[in-house]
C-alpha cells in the first residue's frame, strides 16, 4: 500500500515536472514571437520577470485542469482526511484491528493529526485485546481438554471387567482429582471475569486479620496434615481494614500453593507484622522453588513454570494472578523470593487503611 502510495506520487512529479519545462518553453517562445512582431525593445530582466509571470499563469491552469481531468478519470485520488479517518474507523468496526494510517495519507494539521494518532492507538489496542482473548480462549480449552481426556480414557479403561480392585480405585482418584480440577478452573475463571468487571463489591471492613489466617491454616489441616509438612506461626495482633472474603481468597491460594509445591515433610512459616502504616504478611515453605526466569511470569493468567506440563495436574495457573488482582484492588504489593530446589517466599504489604 505504502510502495503504491510512493510510486503514483512520483508518477505526478514527474509529469508535473514535464508540464512546467513545457509550460516555460512555450511562454518563452510565445513571448518571444509577441516581442518580435511588435519589435519591442525591452532589457533583459523585464524580458525574463514577464516570461516567469506569464509561464506560471499558464503552468497553474494546465495544472488545475489536468488534476480536474485526472480527478474524474480516477488516475488520482482526492486527498481527503476525513474520507481516510472514517473509511479506517468503519474497517475496525468490521473487526479489522490490523490498520495503520501512515503521516503521508492525510494532511498534517491539528486536529486532523490528533485524530490520525487516536485511530492508530485505538486500532493498536483492540489489536492487543483480540489476541490476548484468542490466547484467553486457547488456555481455557487446553485447560478443559486435558483433564475430560484423562476422564474419558480412564473410564473408558474401568469398563474393562478383568481389572483388579486395587487398579480400578487408581483409576478412580485420578477422575476424581481431574473433576476437582476442572471444578476449580470453572470457580477459578469465575471469580477473575467477577473481579475484571467489578461485578464483586470490594466492600472495606475492620477486622483481625491475625484471628484470619490462623482459621485460614485450621481449615486447611487436611491438606498438610496428609503431607506430613509442618506449620509455624508468628502473627502479631494486627488489625486492617480491608475486604475480608477477598483477602480469605488471596491467603487460600498462596497457602494453597505453599502446601502443593512442597513434598512431604517439609515447613511452611507464616509472619504477621504491623509496620508503621503497613501490614506485612509473608509465606515460607522449603518446596520445590521457582527458577529466577520464572519468577517475572508467575502472576500472568494460566502460566505454570513446568513447561512439559507434566505437573499441570497440580493446578490451572490461575491462583496467583488472582492474588495479585485482590493484593492490587488493595493498592497494596506482593513480592516473590525463590531458589529452585530451596524454597519460596511470598510477601505482601497492605496499607492499614483502605
Ligand atoms: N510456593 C510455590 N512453590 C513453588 N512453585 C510455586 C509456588 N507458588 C506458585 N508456584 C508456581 O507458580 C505457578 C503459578 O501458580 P498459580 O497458583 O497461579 O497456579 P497453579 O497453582 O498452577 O494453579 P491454580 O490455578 O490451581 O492455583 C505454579 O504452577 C507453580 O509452578
Ligand atoms: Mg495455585
Redesign the pocket.
Known amino acids: 500500500m505504502k510502495v503504491k502510495h510512493k510510486i503514483s506520487g512520483l508518477v505526478r512529479f514527474i509529469l508535473m515536472l514535464i508540464f512546467l519545462v513545457i509550460m516555460y518553453s512555450a511562454a518563452f517562445f510565445i513571448t518571444d514571437y509577441i516581442y518580435k512582431i511588435l519589435d519591442w525593445e525591452l532589457n533583459e530582466l523585464l524580458n525574463q520577470i514577464i516570461n516567469s509571470i506569464f509561464g506560471l499563469i499558464l503552468t497553474g491552469l494546465m495544472l488545475s485542469i489536468i488534476r480536474k481531468i485526472a480527478l474524474s478519470k480516477g488516475w488520482m485520488r482526492k486527498r481527503d482526511a476525513f474520507g481516510t479517518i472514517i473509511e479506517a474507523v468503519e474497517r475496525i468496526a468490521t473487526g479489522d484491528f490490523s490498520i495503520r494510517l501512515d503521516d503521508d495519507d492525510i494532511h498534517e494539521h491539528y486536529p486532523v493529526a490528533k485524530l490520525r494518532e487516536s485511530v492508530n492507538k485505538m486500532a493498536l489496542e483492540l489489536d492487543k485485546m483480540e489476541n490476548m482473548r484468542q490466547e484467553f480462549i486457547s488456555n481455557v480449552s487446553h485447560e478443559i481438554q486435558s483433564p475430560l481426556t484423562s476422564i474419558s480414557g480412564f473410564a473408558e479403561i474401568l469398563g474393562n471387567e478383568e481389572l483388579s480392585l486395587e487398579e480400578r480405585q487408581h483409576y478412580l482418584g485420578i477422575i476424581r482429582i481431574e473433576s476437582k480440577?476442572l471444578s476449580?478452573?470453572s470457580d477459578?475463571l469465575l471469580q477473575l471475569a467477577s473481579l475484571d468487571a467489578e461485578t464483586i463489591k470490594f466492600e472495606p471492613e475492620v477486622y483481625h486479620l491475625d484471628e484470619q489466617v490462623r482459621n485460614l491454616i485450621l481449615a486447611c489441616e487436611p491438606q498438610w496434615a496428609v503431607k506430613k509438612v509442618e506449620i509455624e506461626l508468628v502473627l502479631d495482633k494486627v488489625s486492617i481494614t480491608a475486604d475480608k472474603d477477598m483477602l480469605t481468597q488471596a491467603w487460600i491460594?498462596?497457602i494453597?500453593?505453599?502446601i502443593?509445591?512442597?513434598p512431604e515433610g517439609g515447613r511452611i512459616k507464616i509472619e504477621l507484622y504491623q509496620e508503621s502504616k503497613k501490614v506485612l504478611f509473608k509465606i515460607t515453605?522449603t518446596?520445590?522453588?521457582?527458577a529466577e526466569e520464572?519468577q517475572k511470569h508467575?502472576?500472568e493468567r494460566f502460566?505454570?513454570?513446568?513447561k512439559s506440563r507434566q505437573?499441570?495436574k497440580?493446578?490451572?495457573?490461575?491462583?496467583?494472578?488472582?492474588?495479585k488482582k485482590i493484593i492490587d484492588m488493595h493498592h497494596g504489593e506482593i513480592e516473590v523470593d525463590?531458589k529452585l530446589g530451596e524454597?519460596?517466599s511470598?510477601t505482601v504489604l497492605l496499607p492499614v487503611k483502605q
Open positions: 480440577r476449580r478452573l477459578n491460594n498462596l494453597n500453593n505453599s502443593k509445591y512442597t515453605d518446596g520445590i522453588g521457582i520464572d508467575i502472576f502460566f505454570k513454570t513446568d505437573r499441570s497440580k493446578g490451572n495457573g490461575l491462583g496467583l494472578s488472582i492474588v525463590s524454597g519460596t511470598f
